[in-house]
């Protein structure tokens, strides 16, 4: 009997005790008909080989493990950003519980978000009166101070219209005429959740700005010298906005964060439960409109925001996800441009310090070979990282990226020496990823908690940087923007290659030589 | 009044009573007059709980339910490691069930074994305004031409399929000709479909009757029948539950043929037809297939309820009693190794947690499966609900709770935060999107779901796991911290 209760053996190692390793042979060996060993082996071969890659890439249908979600999981990420405000997804609700259980098991928090849990009836004759009552039971019992509003495929393919169904529902009284109700339409089959992000920023600006959907006057710009910032879709957004934050008002800038939820996805632990805390207040949503410029993070989280805020006589400016120091130096810059203020004495001395920490530790980063996957600008933003650390980012993919990014990619795999040989993929899965490290190996891997498979299958040691990170805790709480978030960005690659080093070195009297203490 | 003070169970009554009015008050009177019929106190000698099930959610509130698709391919299909599962639609449905609910497996991924895959047809818009049956028959051959020794497909519909009208049983049925009785199963799980999961329970229920016991019937079995051959229904082995499980049945003399459906294989499915009595554990998710063998078969199943040393005695009994003398004997030699485990796990942990209050709410079986092991440890549960349960369900929930337990079907996020602030448990066991608000309010939680990532919890093995987990969630020493020393 292999339990006890003086040291309780959970799954790590109840099932390695021989009772339970006879009971898998058994039920293999006689009711599972399994795949005979040689041929099982013959085939894990071949998918490692340069034919199984080819007819791999020559897939047109199939996808197997995207790095990608859909549309309305951007929504709810974007929503939460605003003071006091739930997410209403009008459609099944069933996608409304996977999206509060993905941002729950990434940030460990609760996330609040309802559904107008549209079934069969509503698939006939529309979903108005799931509107109609699920608008005033969100308003009743939540009381929020804005419900923003996207779509499940299900509203989309059937064609509900968010602005008429809305309007009913005010008329019946569902939420006070004046409440505020932006919308947004998310199909899950068009772009994927960044888009969701974009659509749900646009139609919350547009709300704000544009006369809450027909029933004020639209508002009248006043330029000031405010700066907008935009952080797009991002799994490390609790600590990034805070370091944004913190370098706003160490340059003194006078700035508006749309969509902060930094605080709602980093409530304590103090006897309370908040499911509202923090986020944009919504009178500073309608002010951005008077701002100097916006700035978005993330060029392919804003590809409709920014060129409607730019509508609106503002400056816009794209990057794309900065880490690293010369991205760091432009996004400072831009900010120092478009305010007038300098770039502060303390973030200088945080950029010598990145420098520092680059040029003691960049020997062990220099000419190494690496891979990653992510959403778009996040892919661009570590490659540009990498080359500056004399590193080769050699395979960078992004399910959700498209045609220009990949164009643009390649321009910034040009500008540099070790940008050779580097490839962009577009709309490829972890499946191809799977190839390619095979095919083409390199040593590390940068990107979510699902590369864990390629690790294991490739041996690629797995650097965790991306969403969804579910099987690490607490990184989304450490930032990667700015000098400081680049040092944190430099120091999980060092210690992923260090003990990358010490794994690969420590058998007793064979390699452990190089078991160095000094490193 | 809490629990603590409540002392008789007329007074706790009462309290509920009060405490369910109270919930009430927050909602419109039309959403207020529905909630009501699905919150209520659990009385001595009534048939059932009192509360109605298995209907609509109301809008606009925080469910905690999911749905059909959800039951089809995150529990019943999904765990069928050597047949490939696509979730058929838009990229999401699969991509947030992608791996997440912990159906230990022994096998190859990627070659001869896919369960933490994610295999989908990521629909975009030309295939909603075109349809999508062309690129399923695509898909179906990549993945033959890809994953060779794949033992069979399965095809999760999500919402858009049943709404654009594609005919994905034409296409498995044409694709199942072409690869020579391949099994390819077409399942109509679209997530708007009935009032949650449960109705996908059902629907790939009845997708294994049709397409793989009817296009299995004929051929030979792979196994020389016993007297003693069992099936393993409704254990998804959420961190090796089933396995902890089986051990136990083959321990008493019985030879488990097939495993439904963690760690299951097509092959088992197919054998399960033979089998001389079907054990179920999630009653919920599939009595509709134990029915139907039953029917068509003639084979009988029995529940059972694997959690906690009361429960499992029971149990191992009961299974026994379809037996002859030997399995009987080898029921209470299994009984009987297993005690002194049994009591020295309580011996240790029962005073740690004696007298402590529990509330569930769980999916199907938990909320009244997992009572007696609470029972074991000394712990009550006061309060309880399924998320999918039908009023079957609560019926059979009246053999586990106490006269006065809160009852609350489709508990939404707000009633349940206000009746864990009334009750003041000690413990509180639900699922992810429930773990962190309550942990806020520094109440102890373990989810019940997923066990927290730990497990298994079935069987004598998983009790021992069971205890320590909820000594350390109860016992920990943050929940002093919650309130600063200088808070009011």
Known sequence: ?519 | MSVAQAESIEDIKARNKELVQEVLKAYPEKTAKRRAKHLGTFEDGKPDCGVKSNIKSIPGVMTIRGCAYAGSKGVVWGPIKDMIHISHGPVGCGQYSWASRRNYYIGTTGIDTFGTMQFTSDFQEKDIVFGGDKKLAKIIDEIQDLFPLNKGISVQSECPIGLIGDDIEAVSKAKTKEYEGKTIVPVRCEGFRGVSQSLGHHIANDAIRDWVFDKSEGKPIRFEPSPYDVAIIGDYNIGGDAWSSRILLEEMGLRVVAQWSGDGTIAELEATPKAKLNVLHCYRSMNYISRHMEEKYGIPWCEYNFFGPSKIEESLRKIASHFDDKIKEGAERVIAKYRPLMDAVIAKYRPRLEGKKVMLYVGGLRPRHVIGAYEDLGMEVVGTGYEFGHNDDYQRTTHYVKDGTLIYDDVTGYEFEKFVEKIQPDLVGSGIKEKYVFQKMGVPFRQMHSWDYSGPYHGYDGFAIFARDMDMAINAPVWKMARAPWAA
């Open chain 1, 1 to 519: 009997m292999p339990q006890n209760a003086d040291n309780v053996l959970d799954h790590f190692n109840l099932f390695r005790q021989p009772e339970y390793r006879e009971m898998f042979e058994n039920k293999k060996k006689n009711f599972e008909n399994p795949v005979a060993d040689n041929e099982l082996e013959r085939v894990r071969e071949w998918t490692k080989t340069e034919e199984y890659k080819e007819k791999n890439f020559a897939r047109e249908a199939l996808t197997v493990n995207p790095a990608k979600a859909c549309q309305p999981l951007g929504a709810v990420f974007a929503a939460v950003g605003f003071e006091s405000t739930i997410p209403f997804v009008h459609g099944s609700q069933g996608c409304v519980a996977y999206y509060r259980s993905h941002f729950s098991r990434h940030f460990k928090e609760p996330t609040s978000c309802v559904s107008s849990s549209m079934t069969e009836d509503a698939a006939v004759f529309g979903g108005l009166n799931n509107m109609i009552d699920g608008l005033a039971n969100t308003y009743n019992m939540y009381k929020p101070k804005m419900i923003s509003v996207s779509t499940t495929c299900m509203a989309e393919v059937i064609g509900d219209d968010l602005n008429a169904f809305i309007k009913t529902s005010k008329e019946k009284g569902s939420v006070p005429q004046e409440f505020d109700v932006p919308f947004a339409h998310t199909p899950a089959f068009v772009g994927s959740h960044i888009t969701g992000y974009d659509n749900v920023m646009k139609g919350v600006l547009e709300h704000f700005w544009d006369g809450k959907a027909g029933t004020e006057p639209k508002l009248e710009r006043t330029p000031n010298n405010s700066i907008n910032f935009l952080g797009g879709f991002d799994g490390y957004t609790v600590g990034n906005l805070r370091e944004v934050k913190r370098i706003f008002e160490s340059m003194g800038v006078e700035y508006t964060l749309i969509g902060d939820n930094s605080d709602v996805w980093d409530t304590p632990t103090d006897g309370e439960f908040r499911m509202y805390d923090g986020g944009t207040k919504l009178e500073d949503v309608a002010n951005a409109l008077h701002a100097k410029a916006t700035i978005s993070m993330q060029e392919y989280c804003t590809e409709k925001t920014l060129p409607y805020i730019a509508t609106k006589g503002q400056e816009v400016v794209a990057l794309n996800h900065p880490v690293g120091v010369a991205a760091t130096d432009k996004f400072l810059m831009e900010i120092s441009r478009l305010s007038g203020k300098p770039i502060s004495e303390e973030l200088t001395k945080e950029r010598g310090r990145l420098v520092d920490a680059i040029a003691d530790s960049s020997a062990h980063i220099h000419g190494k070979k690496f891979a990653i996957y992510g959403d778009p600008d996040l892919c661009y933003g570590l490659a540009a990282f990498l080359l500056e650390l004399g590193a080769e980012p050699i395979h960078v993919l992004a399910t959700n990226g498209g045609k220009g990014w990949a164009e643009k990619m390649q321009r910034l795999f040009d500008s540099s020496p070790f940008g050779k040989g580097c490839k962009a993929y577009a709309g490829k899965d972890l499946w191809h990823m799977r190839s390619l490290l095979f095919t083409e190996p390199v040593d590390y891997l940068i990107g979510n908690t699902y590369g864990k498979y390629l690790d294991r299958d490739t041996g690629t040691p797995l650097i965790r940087i991306g969403f969804p990170i579910f099987d690490r805790h607490h990184k989304h709480r450490y930032p990667v923007w700015g000098y400081q978030g680049s040092m944190n960005v430099l120091v999980w690659i060092l210690d992923a290659i260090f003990e990358d080093i010490d794994r690969n070195t420590n058998v007793v009297a064979k390699s452990d030589y190089s078991f160095d203490i000094i490193r």
